[in-house]
């Protein structure tokens, strides 16, 4: 089993940055595929970005494209989603998530779920 924590949300201004983590413990890290999925009030949860296991290529929601950087850190156990250039509809809570199948942009395929960290873009 793998217990994640996520943190590094909060309130920043439209056209800010944050930086988000995503700390895992229990089985080895760099055997999942993470990613990281977002939900606003009253939306379904989407997907933002994923990293694969392998290789570690990523794959972004075109909304995020060229703003979101996801990175992993196998050494600390540590997925990063550095967002800039924030907007007000990116407010939501942000979950990461581990996977070992092919389908990264699905949440469907995630085993292990964090708790999640609030983002609020203000205008």
């Known amino acids: 089993q793998v217990q994640l924590v996520e943190s590094g949300g909060g309130l920043v201004q439209a056209g800010g940055s944050l930086r988000l983590s995503c700390a895992a413990s229990g089985r080895t890290f760099s055997g999942y595929n993470v990613g990281w999925f977002r939900q606003a009030p009253g939306k379904e949860r989407q997907f933002v970005a994923a990293i694969r296991r392998s290789g570690g290529s990523t794959d972004y929601a075109d909304s995020v494209k060229g703003r979101f950087t996801i990175s992993r850190d196998n050494t600390e156990n540590t997925v990063y989603l550095q967002m800039n250039s924030l907007k007000t509809e990116d407010t939501a809570v942000y979950y990461c998530?581990?996977?070992?199948?092919?389908?990264?942009?699905?949440?469907?395929?995630?085993?292990?779920w964090g708790q999640g960290t609030q983002v609020t873009v203000s205008s």
């Open positions: 998530a581990v996977s070992t199948g092919w389908n990264i942009r699905s949440q469907y395929w995630y085993d292990y």
